[in-house]
């Protein structure tokens, strides 16, 4: 679930903050592909450092490790809500940068088919040669199998009409 601004600076440094602040909305828009590029490494980087650090503090609290260092560093509070806004962060540029993926290979394509296009105009017409004389006779016919002799429609309807006056006729005898 996202979390809100305000709770992402209660929970990061302000070095961190910053970082992460260059990943919302309008920062994000402003920066140019090579800046996303080398804030989502720093953010990554600091992403694992706040994972080791939490998985160090896990492990401590087990009894299955020593303590590593002198001393906790000053923002050692809540290390696994710092590392999912360092993941958010790194979640929200990888969907800015695919989309400008996306948009720079639709801009390649729109411009390949102008081109394209641009090419096909410049051609003209296509030019076959004529197809000139032929060694055989070419096709030929094939029979049908269909009937060679249709009913004339006038038939069908006078031989309707016949059944239909024999049938008036024998009702007309037995009524």
Not at 42 to 50: G, P, V, W
Not at 137 to 161: A, I, L
Request: hydrophobic fraction near 30%; avoid cysteine; glycine fraction near 8%.
């Amino acid at each position: 679930m996202s979390q809100a601004t305000r709770s992402e600076r209660a929970v990061l440094s302000k070095d961190e903050a910053d970082l992460v602040a260059q990943s919302h909305f309008p920062k994000a828009y402003e920066l140019g592909f090579q800046e996303l590029v080398d804030l989502n490494k720093r953010l990554r980087d600091a992403q694992d450092k706040k994972r080791t650090f939490h998985r160090q503090l896990r492990r401590q609290s087990k009894g299955t490790a020593e303590g590593r260092g002198g001393s906790f560093p000053g923002e050692a509070s809540r290390p696994s809500q710092r590392k999912q806004v360092f993941g958010a962060a790194i979640k929200r540029l990888n969907g800015e940068i695919s989309r400008r993926h996306r948009l720079k290979a639709r801009e390649d394509l729109q411009s390949a088919a102008r081109k394209a296009l641009r090419l096909k105009r410049q051609a003209g017409e296509a030019r076959r040669p004529e197809a000139g004389p032929t060694a055989d006779d070419g096709m030929r016919p094939v029979t049908s199998e269909r009937r060679k002799t249709r009913v004339h429609p006038g038939v069908v309807g006078r031989v309707s009409q016949r059944t239909k006056a024999a049938q008036a006729r024998k009702d007309n005898r037995t009524g």
